[in-house]
Nanobody
Framework: QVQLVESGGGLVQAGGSLRLSCVAA????????MAWYRQAPGTQREWVAF???????HYAGSVKDRFTISRDNTQNTVYLQMSSLKTEDTAVYYC??????????WGQGTQVTVSS
C-alpha cells in the first residue's frame, strides 16, 4: 500500500509559482499535523511548513510569506502553494506527518527546480 504520494513539482523560473500536492494514507494523515519537507543535493532534509488538523499553520523563516500550506481532510491531501520562488528553493519536496524520522516511511518526493 502506497503511504505518501507527492506531485506537482517541475522546472520554473525564479519568481514563478508551483503548487505541490500530497495524498497520504489515513493512518499517517488523520488527526495529525502534516508537514512539507525538502532536501537539496548534499544537504539534510529540512522542515518547510506544517499544518495541524484544525488548519493552523507554521512556516520556516526561509519560506514565510512566500509559501502557503493547506490540507483537505476529506481527501487526506496536503498542499503547498509556492510563490516568488528562488533558486535556493530547488530541492526534492516531501510530505509526512510533522516529526517524522529519517528512518520512517517516506514517499518518493517531487523535484522542484528553480532556474535563474
Amino acid at each position: 500500500q502506497v503511504q505518501l504520494v507527492e506531485s506537482g513539482g517541475g522546472l520554473v523560473q525564479a519568481g514563478g509559482s508551483l503548487r505541490l500536492s500530497c495524498v497520504a494514507a489515513s493512518d499517517i494523515f488523520s488527526g495529525r499535523t502534516m508537514a512539507w519537507y525538502r532536501q537539496a543535493p548534499g544537504t539534510q532534509r529540512e522542515w518547510v511548513a506544517f499544518v495541524n488538523s484544525g488548519g493552523g499553520t507554521h512556516y520556516a523563516g526561509s519560506v514565510k510569506d512566500r509559501f502557503t500550506i493547506s490540507r483537505d481532510n476529506t481527501q487526506n491531501t496536503v498542499y503547498l502553494q509556492m510563490s516568488s520562488l528562488k533558486t535556493e528553493d530547488t530541492a526534492v519536496y516531501y510530505c509526512n506527518h510533522y516529526g517524522a524520522t529519517t528512518s520512517g516511511t517516506w514517499g518518493q518526493g517531487t523535484q522542484v527546480t528553480v532556474s535563474s
